[in-house]
């Protein structure tokens, strides 16, 4: 039977012990997207929002969520975070308005960032959202997803 990493002999949670791991630079990228109907798109790329500049908001909303992930991940270690990069790319093929959210983290440390990649994404995606909401609700927010890690025992390339 194959042995719970986060579970103690007692069976219940626990934050897994990584002092023994080496310190090494660890980088993750993780990508998310959210749909947006044309409006939106403009308001966008006009920073014409109500509410203000959407993408800058997003990207300070992303960044906070990487510094934070541990407080809202259970079994997360808190990291020293060297560096989080929110980056946006519009895809307006196919009469469609997608906008494309590219997270870099890095650290060096004993544990990857390969949540706070994740979380960062995800951040972002829904501050957009939070943001747009009363031009449109039918955003969709898309896949989140885990493109590439490195440092540690393994390194990781979608």
Known sequence: ??????????????????????????????????????????????????????????????????????????????????GVDVAFDWDTSDDQFILQIETTVSTTGRTGVEMEALTAASATALTIYDMCKAVDKGMIIGETYLVKKTGGKSDFQR
């Open 1 to 82: 039977m194959a042995e719970f990493t986060h579970i103690n002999k007692q069976g219940n949670a626990k934050m897994v012990d990584v002092s023994d791991k080496s310190i090494t630079k660890r980088t993750a990228i993780a990508r998310s997207s959210i749909t947006v109907n044309h409006t939106i798109y403009q308001q966008i790329a006009e920073n014409t929002n109500k509410k203000g500049n959407v993408l800058n908001t997003a990207q300070i909303a992303g960044i906070m969520a990487a510094k934070n992930t541990s407080s809202i991940i259970p079994m997360c270690h808190p990291l020293p975070i060297s």
